[in-house]
């Protein structure tokens, strides 16, 4: 088998050497590169499976690179490299698409665990079916689907832009897709491995950003800047909304752009550029291209080849097979199982004239698929508040009194479909974890320091692992690591310590998320003191099914701890579903509150117990400040409570302690480390409670299993 091909990026020649070594003794083909710019031409050659990336180096820095070699090539994997590696760089390093962070020094077994995680992660991807744009004369059909006549006109002028060498203007309204075709001429083209380089015309307003967009690029080791077109290098420069320029940076850019040549950095030569040049023409609703085109001399000498893009509203028997597309990829994205999409949802998605397209088209089902629970996509699942005004939604009637059992869409059965197999049905609960790495910044509630996490998808039967970012050390988060309870929920292992875990181990137990790597400092950000952007990363990301199962636990006996009467209390007694009950009792304002919880889906988690935030009192700031405590509370990010009253901020539900409370609970609990199946009732209690429960509950668990042991042992 052919071992993968890794390119090492450091400017310490010690460095390089030493790595160069290790892995090539490991079978690896390695070479190295002593700066970015280096870098960006073997890369450009060799088409590496892997790079390790320094952070810090002279010209064009790590993160500089990675962005262009993100560029060049999407699914080569990067790991970043630095000796003084904070959690600030870690963040942007990922948000670019690096695949880990790790620091200087590290050990051999370190460095040879973070390479094979990476090739296999990129092996994965490949794989699964997650392919580049490079595979793309099956992929124009697959993605860039409809049937209509319009349609088949745009993918026949797709494959004639893509053979030829000169210009192409894709014209069409808003969220049409002019980018993606223009991404999608490229990945056809014989110039399908070399860079894509997107500019945005709504961005260049004057003479200066002009220049700052074309020509400010980064930096070269013999000194000036490289220009967008020097960058292309081969490949294609996409400019997107051309109207958008004024006539006069028009006229400069056609100048360019007719000469084929570009002033060197020094300004003292011209040189050539070598890049097929495409763009497109945002049009409004009416316009004709044509019009537009003949009113600039750019888009005339850029129209040599042509592709129109339709308007949804003109070619609405598009729409069933774009809705099959949707359903089946959201599907796959949430975990849902929807077969069939009910006739009056699929007649109003129809009749819509849809103003903004494709991409609106896409977000209203989104959240429609997010809003079903059952097996049928129905009219009343459509996010219809003020979508009859702003997209034109027919929202008459009522849903619920017609017909809506027997219609699949176009024939469509997740599941049924050619290439698509469903699983196997095993006992328990599917495992999931996270489709792509996502971040989110913020800052510790009890540190006050700046932090930050990076939720990273884990294999089957990994758990939820908390990892330090600067050491690499990783924790489990399961009760046996909890070191405190006081004010919040801590882990520790005696190498690394993991503050406020509560919120966003909330949120994985009510979306089943069962493996997953979360790198954070030394505490999780408490945002604005709810779980709800927590929700919102884990949908950013989109959940994915995995192979394995996990089995649930079934109470089947009363559990407690605490006071029933007076409280703190906190009980489990068997139930058919997972459900809390939770009672609160405070001297006013607060007062007596009570919430009650059914989990039903991590839809209605974020609606219903996500944005209940964080609260405290008045009193009690001067004794958290003297432990140490809350330095990072602000009143964007806790309720505060005096004697009298709420003092910044109005309250999200009336009695939104309460659900605050159950939803440290939901986090708590998920130190089990799988979901449970029973109703707990709550007077009063807290973290502590919480954990003391957990742990009788797990006694019993581990009484049981020793149990069943002894009887397998008696009965072989």
Not at 303 to 312: D, F, G, I, R, Y
Not at 538 to 551: A, C, H, L, P, R
Not at 646 to 662: C, G, S, W
């Amino acid at each position: 088998m052919k071992k993968a091909r890794i390119i090492v990026v450091d400017d310490e020649e010690n460095i390089r050497g030493t790595l160069q070594e290790i892995l090539s003794d490991e079978g690896y083909q390695v070479s190295c590169a002593a700066d970015g710019e280096t870098a960006l031409r073997i890369i450009q050659s060799e088409a590496p499976d892997l790079v390790l990336l320094d952070v810090w180096m002279a010209g064009i820095d790590g993160i500089q690179t990675l962005k262009m070699l993100k560029n060049i090539d999407p699914d080569t994997e990067v790991v970043m490299m630095s000796g003084h590696g904070n959690i600030d760089t870690a963040v942007k390093a990922t948000k670019i698409g690096a695949f880990d962070f790790i620091e200087k020094p590290f050990s051999l077994d370190s460095i040879l665990r973070t390479v094979s995680k990476a090739l296999k992660s990129r092996r994965s991807r490949l794989t699964k079916g997650k392919k580049t744009f490079s595979e793309s004369a099956h992929n124009v059909e697959r993605k860039f689907i409809g049937s209509s006549k319009a349609m088949k006109d745009a993918r026949r002028m797709i494959r004639t832009a893509s053979r030829k060498p000169g210009p192409t203007l894709i014209t069409g309204e808003s969220g049409i897709g002019a980018r993606f075709v223009a991404r999608m001429t490229h990945s056809m083209s014989g110039r399908r491995d070399k860079p894509f380089i997107d500019i945005t015309c709504d961005s260049i307003a004057n003479e200066k950003s002009f220049e700052a967009t074309l020509f400010d690029g980064p930096s070269k080791s013999s000194g000036g800047k490289l220009s967008k077109f020097e960058l292309a290098d081969g490949g294609v420069i996409f400019f997107d909304g051309i109207e958008q320029l004024a006539e006069p940076l028009q006229e400069k850019l056609l100048k360019i752009l007719k000469s084929g040549r570009v002033k060197d950095s020094d300004g003292k030569k011209s040189i050539p550029f070598n890049a097929k040049i495409m763009a497109s023409i945002i049009l409004n609703a009416g316009e004709n291209a044509k019009d537009i085109v003949q009113q600039s001399n750019l888009a005339r000498f850029l129209s040599a080849t042509t592709v129109k893009l339709t308007p949804l509203r003109d070619r609405k028997d598009d729409i069933p097979e774009l809705i099959e597309q949707f359903v089946e990829e959201l599907c796959d994205e949430y975990g849902k199982d929807i077969t069939s999409v009910g006739k009056q949802a699929l007649q109003a998605l129809v009749e819509a004239p849809w103003p903004g397209n494709v991409r609106q088209l896409k977000e209203v089902m989104e959240k429609a698929v997010l809003a079903c629970e059952g097996t049928m996509l129905l009219k009343e699942h459509l996010p219809l508040d003020g979508l009859d005004t702003q997209y034109g939604l027919n929202t008459n009637g009522d849903t619920k009194g017609m017909e809506e059992t027997d219609l699949t869409l176009a024939g469509y059965t997740p599941g049924k479909k050619a290439g698509r197999k469903r699983k196997k049905v095993k006992s328990g609960v599917t495992q999931k974890t996270l489709k792509n790495s996502v971040v989110l910044c913020g800052q510790g509630l009890h540190s006050g320091i700046k932090t930050g996490m990076i939720l990273s998808p884990l294999p089957p039967n990994s758990g939820i692992v908390f990892g330090d970012i600067s050491s690499g050390d990783q924790i489990p988060a399961l009760l046996e690591n909890v070191r405190s309870t006081e004010y919040a929920t801590t882990l520790s292992n005696g190498r690394i310590t993991i503050k406020t875990i509560e919120h966003i181990m909330s949120a994985l137990h009510s979306y089943g998320i069962s493996n997953l790597l979360i790198k954070i400092g030394d505490e999780a950000p408490i945002m604005d003191g709810s779980a709800l952007e927590f929700c919102e990363l884990i949908e950013n990301s989109g959940v994915e099914e995995q192979d394995e199962m996990v089995d649930e636990i079934i109470i089947d006996r009363k559990i407690s701890v605490g006071d029933p009467d007076d409280g703190p209390y906190l009980c489990v007694e068997p139930a058919d579903t997972f459900s809390i009950r939770y009672s609160l009792d405070y001297p006013p304002p607060i007062g007596k509150q009570k919430y009650e919880y059914v989990h039903a889906s991590g839809g209605d988690y974020k609606d219903s117990v996500a944005p209940a935030r964080t609260f405290g009192f008045l009193r009690d700031i001067k004794k958290l400040e003297e432990a140490g405590l809350a330095s990072g509370g602000r009143l964007s990010n806790v309720i505060l409570i005096d004697d009298e009253k709420v003092l910044n901020t109005p309250l999200r539900f009336p009695n939104e302690p309460a659900r605050h409370k159950t939803l440290d609970l939901i986090g708590d609990l998920y130190l089990l480390g799988r979901p449970i199946r029973g109703h707990f009732t709550a007077k009063k209690s807290g973290h502590t409670q919480n954990v003391e429960l957990i742990k009788k509950i797990m006694e019993l668990i581990l009484d049981t299993e020793s149990d069943e042991a002894k009887q397998h042992a008696v009965t072989s």
